[in-house]
Nanobody, 124 residues
Framework: QVQLVESGGGLVQAGGSLRLSCTAS????????MGWFRQVPGKEREFVAA????????YYADSVKGRFTISRDNVKSTVFLQMNSLKPEDTAVYYC?????????????????WGQGTQVTVSA
């Protein structure tokens, strides 16, 4: 099991940027596929982005392609989500998650460990 702690959320105006970070507790972080998901009240948690161990396999949801960038620093056991050109519809609680396999997945069920979430609010 790996413990994940997100940070970097906040309130930003439309068109602005935020950078989320997620730090993992385990030194085996490098073996995990890492993902970002988001959730708004009353809706299911949805996939945002995922990255494999060395960053050469990355998936994005269509809704964030070209605006969000996922990256990772295996030395610091941290995964990042750079969010640019933010829109009000990006408002959600953002969660990072760890997938112990080597397969980059967009399904929530593939991820075993989750952070507590960080709120992102984009005002119009």
């Amino acid at each position: 099991q790996v413990q994940l702690v997100e940070s970097g959320g906040g309130l930003v105006q439309a068109g602005g940027s935020l950078r989320l970070s997620c730090t993992a507790s385990r030194r085996t972080f490098m073996t995990y596929v890492m993902g970002w998901f988001r959730q708004v009240p009353g809706k299911e948690r949805e996939f945002v982005a995922a990255i494999n161990w060395n960053g050469d396999n990355i998936y994005y949801a269509d809704s964030v392609k070209g605006r969000f960038t996922i990256s990772r620093d295996n030395v610091k056991s941290t995964v990042f989500l750079q969010m640019n050109s933010l829109k009000p519809e990006d408002t959600a609680v953002y969660y990072c998650a760890a997938n112990p396999t080597s397969v980059v997945e967009i399904r929530r069920q593939a991820y075993n460990d989750w952070g507590q979430g960080t709120q992102v609010t984009v005002s119009a």
